[in-house]
């Protein structure tokens, strides 16, 4: 019998209504909140190629990589220059279309659960759950990262077409299915391993059903279709690639296939998963307070590995923000944060690699004794949703093994999300069969799922409150400078200047040095070239309307 991917009762709709509005009643305040950090250069370089024909444009920001990282992503900053060619200046609706595709997340992620055998109401419990997390703020605030969020939609969306061809065997869904996959793989490289996972769906469905009719020629449909994939993203890197102006270098490429740099990584993995996807989300205050300079970024304990930072910690006074949120840390803009752990990087590296191959060597014995006990029947879900989780933490921090320390991967807010989604959903297939073996836990599943909502709800509303504060006098600053352009007190000919000196005066978060040293002026190349607007002078910190 198909699937229907969206029939849903209507108990179901009202409380994705309810927790809707639950998070827009909770996000709302910080749409007021301007661009921040990475925004600024990117906003600069549009300028830039503003008077390139169409195609080469867009070429130019497919290719956008100021760091030159390698990293491909060329649909990221397209995204991003569609809203700004859609809303300029309004940046309201930047955060209003990556509020939205959080919520979509929220509701695929709930409907993969249902379709990989989850009930509906423990579902309903770990899509609220993991709508409420509070290390996604930042994701869904700055706005930067809408395509990551964007690209999940499209690969979740594209699991549940290829589960329903499983099903009813119709070809188009499949066609479909990798039709969405190839923008989301376009979105952010993390996703560069998930196609395969169709595999795991494949073969779990025919075990399960003692053998499958039609599974040849599924298999043979998979094979060329997401063979075909990867054909046709190769082919589009080769083009972009051999057309980028700038671009990360593959020098030093050979580093990646060692065997000691993929332990390693693995061991990263491993503790990350554990400690931030599991340990830290139910118990947030392990990653309070957080730090603040030119970002935000998870504190506590990472920030007790550096002495400087420990000694700060130590010698404050400052009350909570309210029972369990300590105020944030907010370091000098002028401190070169790399070098707090620099000294202690071996160490650090050395805790990670022992630690993480503990957590390795353990979850590889308890799922040996789970087997040896008949617990791991019909383990496809559990091992296509293992797979997502693994793979794309691991290119993760595999790929940033020779751009940054460990420790910078492991306290960015931004990398959480993905992995949340996929921890929050193996959490879900396990306690349902918990809950289907021993229906007494049932009540003790809900108050502890409850139990980590609440908490977490109450460090969103407050970090949430952090970074607005924070952002707030920029806010104002560019309010102003957008009322003179829509009243007409700013003329056509009359010169605007933004003094350059102004970010020293301003809260660490509205401006990131680092990103600076790509760009000319300040906050001046937020408004489009064009009649009403105010357009960048050649001298920096000067736009003219």
């Known amino acids: 019998m198909s699937v229907k991917l969206f029939k849903s009762p209507a108990r179901t709709a009202i409380c994705f209504l309810l927790l809707g509005g639950l998070l827009f009643a909770v ?43 390698g990293t491909y992503r060329p649909l990221f900053h397209l995204v991003l220059y569609w809203l700004y060619l859609l809303f300029g200046p309004n940046y309201y609706f930047y955060h209003l279309v990556a509020f939205g595709f959080y919520l979509l997340s929220v509701v695929l992620l709930y409907r993969l659960a249902r379709v990989l055998g989850a009930g509906r109401g423990i579902s309903l419990a770990g899509a609220a759950v993991f709508a409420v997390l509070f290390s996604h703020f930042d994701i869904v605030i700055w706005t930067f990262h809408l395509a990551v969020i964007a690209g999940f939609c499209l690969f ?8 329903e061809y499983l099903v009813s065997g119709r070809a188009w869904l499949l066609a479909l299915a990798c039709l969405l996959f190839l923008p989301g793989l376009l979105c952010y490289e993390i996703f ?19 053998g499958g009719e039609g599974f040849r020629d599924r ?98 006074s400052a009350p909570n923000l309210n029972l369990l949120v300590e105020p944030p840390l907010v370091i ?24 993480g191959w503990l957590i390795i060597l353990l979850f590889l014995a308890g799922v040996f004794l789970l087997w040896k006990r008949g617990c791991l029947r019909k383990p496809g879900p559990l091992l296509f949703t293992l797979f997502l989780l693994a793979a794309s933490t691991f290119t993760l921090y ?11 991967v492991l306290r960015q807010f931004r990398y959480q999300y993905i992995s949340n989604a996929l921890t929050v959903l193996l959490a879900v297939l396990l306690l349902d069969r918990l809950i289907r073996a021993r229906p007494r836990c ?63 005066r301003l ?23 064009g009649p009403g607007a105010a357009i960048a002078k050649d001298g920096p910190g000067r736009t003219e309307p």
């Open 507 to 529: 809260p660490p978060l509205c401006w990131n040095k680092d990103m600076a040293q790509f760009m000319r002026g300040t906050y001046q190349w937020l408004w489009r070239p």
């Open 398 to 408: 595999h790929g940033r093994m020779s751009t940054n320390f460990p420790i910078y």
């Open 192 to 210: 560069i391993l998930w196609p395969a996972a169709v595999f795991i769906l494949l073969f779990s469905g025919r075990i399960d059903a003692g």
């Open 332 to 355: 000098p803009k002028t401190l070169d944060l790399d070098s707090l752990w620099r000294a202690v990087v071996p160490e650090i590296n050395r805790f990670l690699s022992i630690s």
């Open 219 to 316: 298999f043979r449909a998979s094979i060329c279709w997401i063979g075909g994939l990867y054909l046709v993203y190769g082919a589009i890197l080769a083009y972009t690639r051999s057309r980028s102006p700038l671009s990360g270098t593959a020098a030093g490429l050979e580093q990646f296939f060692s065997f000691s740099a993929i332990a390693f990584s693995s061991a990263v993995t491993a503790f990350s998963l554990v400690f931030n996807g599991v340990i830290a989300n139910i118990l947030p205050f392990l990653v309070s307070p957080v730090l603040i300079q030119q970002n935000i970024g998870l504190g506590g304990v990472y920030l007790r590995t550096s002495s400087y930072l420990h000694s700060l910690l130590a010698g404050r």
């Open 156 to 163: 979740l969306l594209g699991f549940l077409l290829y589960r």
């Open 442 to 504: 049932r009540r003790l599943v809900y108050l502890f799922l409850a139990l980590i909502g609440g908490v977490n709800l109450l460090f969103l509303r407050t970090h949430l409150e952090i970074v607005n504060r924070q952002l707030t006098p920029l806010h104002r600053l560019l309010s102003e400078i957008q009322v003179g352009l829509d009243q007409g007190r700013i003329r056509p000919g009359e010169t605007i200047e933004i003094d350059d000196t102004v970010v020293a």
């Open 27 to 69: 996000f709302h305040s910080s749409f007021s909140n301007p661009p921040r950090s990475d925004w600024w250069a990117l906003f600069y370089h549009f300028h830039l190629y503003e008077e390139l024909p169409a195609f080469e444009r867009a070429l130019n920001i497919a290719n956008y990589d100021v760091w030159g990282h």
